[in-house]
Structures are given as structure tokens and as C-alpha cells.
């Protein structure tokens, strides 16, 4: 199974801020690289694929980028709507397999 | 717009097997470009991939779950089905069901999702 390890865990940070969250690949997946965001009792939410394509409808506050082993989703100008737990996920091999989550709260 | 809907028992004694449908409205499952997949979140932590099927039957499971799941799909109903056997409590767990990029033969994102449904494990 290809490990993938999220950091921070965890965030704190401000209406207005720019964040980014790291996603790290056990072996290379080329650009394989999934991200969602989930907000509480709801259901995961595709913001971005391929590891940097922005899903339909999804606000351009939102990007990703890296490719192989390292990829980052980032936030410029955090929105309240945006406070919620971030999850990558890959999808170059079965199982498919996901980071263990960031979650972003407010300051 | 597509839509999908998780329906199940909500409450599973242990070592029963538990059944779970999701029915695709808005759209059809029989297409090519997509698969359809189960995946699960226990209480309080992150998520995990169960499998996915094809329309046309081809089914991917996650083998750290020791084959005790299994997956159907009915395109007369526009459904698609999971079962899981001898349940335990570590079962316990929102179970999703979810629909799964697959362009040119390439797996992309979960790019819709049911609400979910919470599934509980105890006698």
C-alpha cells in the first residue's frame, strides 16, 4: 500500500490568511494526487485532481501543485466557509489510500 | 445533476453481515467513465477505501479488509450494493458510498459523494 502522510495535522489560522498543507507519498505516483476538503457531518468534498486540476465549481482561492513523492494544496485568503479538515488521497495504485487529514481551525 | 443515496440498517449485531445499497439518480451508472466505489470513516478518524466497481461487474477491493466485503452492481435499478460478513465493532463507521473518476483508462478523484450513512455495530 502506498503510505501518504499529511502535515501539519493540524492549523490555526485567520479570515484572510494563505495556508498550505503538505502531502507526502510513500513511492512516487506522478501526478496521482487527489485533494478534499470535509467539513463537520458532511461528506468529503473534491476540490482539486491530478494534483493540480481545480474540480468544476470549486473557488480559484484553491490550488495544488508537486508532483512523484510531494504535493501541496494551499489557501490563499482563508475563508470562514474554508475552516474544515483537508485530505489527500492518491489514486496511482489500489489500494486506494488516503493522508490522515489537516484540519484548519480558527484563530 | 447526479446524485447519490447511501440506505442501510443503521444498527448490525456482531457477526451478522451487513448490506448497504446506493442508488444513483440523475444519471446512469452505466458509463464508461466512471467506477463506483464504498468507502468508510470510523468515529472520529480519517478514511478508508473499501473498493470499487464497474458497471459492466469488475470489482477492486482493499485487501487489508480480508475479502469479507462484497460488491454488486444492478443497472436495471441503477444501484450498486455492498455487503460485509461477520461484522465486529471496529465496523462501526460511516459508510459512503461514492462515484470515481476513470478517463483513458487513468483512476482520478471521488468526485461525488452520497451523504453517508452511520452504521453501528453492537448487540
Known amino acids: 500500500d502506498i503510505q501518504m502522510t499529511q502535515s501539519p495535522s493540524s492549523l490555526s489560522a485567520s479570515v484572510g490568511d494563505r495556508v498550505t498543507i503538505t502531502c507526502r507519498a510513500g513511492?512516487?505516483?506522478?501526478?496521482?494526487l487527489n485533494w478534499y476538503q470535509q467539513r463537520p457531518g458532511k461528506a468529503p468534498n473534491l476540490l482539486i485532481y491530478?494534483?493540480?486540476t481545480l474540480q468544476s465549481g470549486v473557488p480559484s482561492r484553491f490550488s495544488g501543485g508537486g508532483s512523484g513523492t510531494l504535493f501541496t494544496l494551499t489557501i490563499t485568503s482563508l475563508q470562514p466557509e474554508d475552516f474544515a479538515t483537508y485530505y489527500c488521497q492518491q489514486s496511482y495504485n489500489t489500494p486506494l489510500t488516503f493522508g490522515g487529514g489537516t484540519k484548519v481551525d480558527i484563530k | 445533476q447526479l446524485q447519490l443515496q447511501e440506505s442501510g440498517p443503521g444498527l448490525v449485531k456482531p457477526s451478522e453481515t451487513l448490506s448497504l445499497t446506493c442508488t444513483v439518480s440523475?444519471?446512469?451508472?452505466?458509463?464508461?467513465?466512471?467506477?463506483w466505489a464504498w468507502i468508510r470513516q470510523s468515529p472520529g478518524k480519517g478514511l478508508e477505501w473499501i473498493g470499487n466497481?464497474?458497471?459492466?461487474?469488475?470489482?477492486y477491493y482493499n485487501p487489508s479488509l480480508r475479502s469479507r466485503f462484497t460488491m454488486f452492481v444492478d443497472t436495471s435499478k441503477n444501484q450498486f450494493s455492498l455487503k460485509l460478513s461477520s461484522v465486529t465493532a471496529t465496523d462501526t463507521a460511516v459508510y459512503y458510498c461514492?462515484?470515481?473518476?476513470?478517463?483513458?483508462?487513468?483512476?482520478?478523484?471521488?468526485?461525488?459523494w452520497g451523504q453517508g450513512t452511520m452504521i453501528t455495530v453492537s448487540s
Open positions: 461514492a462515484r470515481l473518476q476513470y478517463t483513458r483508462r487513468v483512476i482520478g478523484g471521488l468526485d461525488i
Open positions: 513511492q512516487g505516483i506522478s501526478t496521482s
Open positions: 440523475g444519471g446512469s451508472i452505466s458509463s464508461t467513465s466512471y467506477y
Open positions: 466497481i464497474y458497471y459492466g461487474g469488475s470489482t
Open positions: 491530478a494534483a493540480s
